[in-house]
């Protein structure tokens, strides 16, 4: 009596490029909201300049992640039909374009560079990613196939 054994190996989908730029863009725009609130507080122009900082390098690496999902929506690595993809690449965008916004008000000098116009497009931002966020996670899906 032979056996026959079966090897199965596991392939897992290609990982999406834009995921982790876009997690540091967000985590920079959380923290520009915290600063900004900081500022708001304190009225220490150090807290400014930090939110100013953070939406700089939140931009770059945001526009980044938007290139990277863009190749990933163009090159298979995102199926438009496992999850809702355009819902959450123009969340993001809205988010990106808030925070451009939000970087021109930071431009200005001492306490209208934060109160009010440019808390409440932090606050606004941070509510759009937070949005974003719940919709990537409750239309995720695992992308595992066994083949043996």
Do not use: Q
């Amino acid at each position: 009596m032979s056996l026959a054994i079966a090897k199965s190996i596991l392939v897992v989908a290609k990982r999406p490029l834009h995921k982790t730029p876009m997690a540091v863009a967000n985590a920079c725009f959380i923290g520009t909201l915290l600063t900004d609130v900081t500022y708001w507080r304190s009225a220490e122009m150090m807290w400014a300049d930090f939110s100013a900082w953070l939406l700089f390098a939140g931009l770059v690496v945001g526009v980044l992640a938007v290139l990277a999902a863009l190749v990933d929506l163009f090159t298979g690595r995102l199926s438009a039909a496992s999850r809702p993809v355009w819902p959450y690449f123009f969340g993001s965008l809205a988010a990106l374009a808030m925070s451009l916004l939000n970087a021109l008000v930071h431009s200005r000098d001492a306490w209208t560079s934060v109160v009010p116009t440019g808390l409440s497009l932090s606050a606004a931002a941070v509510i759009v990613l937070l949005f974003v966020g719940l919709l990537g996670w409750r239309s995720r899906s695992a992308h595992v196939e066994v083949v043996e």
